[in-house]
């Protein structure tokens, strides 16, 4: 599969994944948010093992969305800009960077 093709794939699932997470959200009995809930499993279940190991501490359709934003930069800084905000809750769900890693994302100010 083409990595167009898959992250087509991919943000088509988290659009899914946000609507049940809002469905959950107003569940009107708990059988059916535990359907809702069975569901996103499900769903989030066809991602690649890579995905959801980088994202098993965050797998909201907003944390899905931000690995894929900052994998995006990671690839290509000049072509896709993030925020220090954004890379620090990257971070915060990931294990813990390297000291060069860190000093290099997370420098020292002055």
């Known amino acids: 599969m083409a990595d167009s093709e898959l992250m087509a794939r991919l943000l088509r699932a988290i659009?899914?994944?946000?609507?049940l997470e809002n469905a959950i959200e107003i569940a009107p009995t708990p059988e059916i948010e535990q359907i809702l809930q069975e569901a996103w499993l499900k769903i989030s279940n066809t991602f690649p093992e890579d995905f959801k190991d980088a994202t098993h501490l965050d797998a909201s359709a907003?944390?899905?969305r931000r690995y894929l934003k900052v994998q995006a930069f990671f690839h290509d800084p000049t072509q896709q800009a993030i925020s220090p905000e954004e890379l620090e809750l990257y971070y915060q769900n990931q294990s813990p960077p390297s000291e060069e890693a860190a000093d290099f994302f997370f420098p020292d100010e002055p």
């Open 15 to 19: 659009d899914i994944l946000e609507q």
């Open 62 to 64: 907003e944390g899905l």
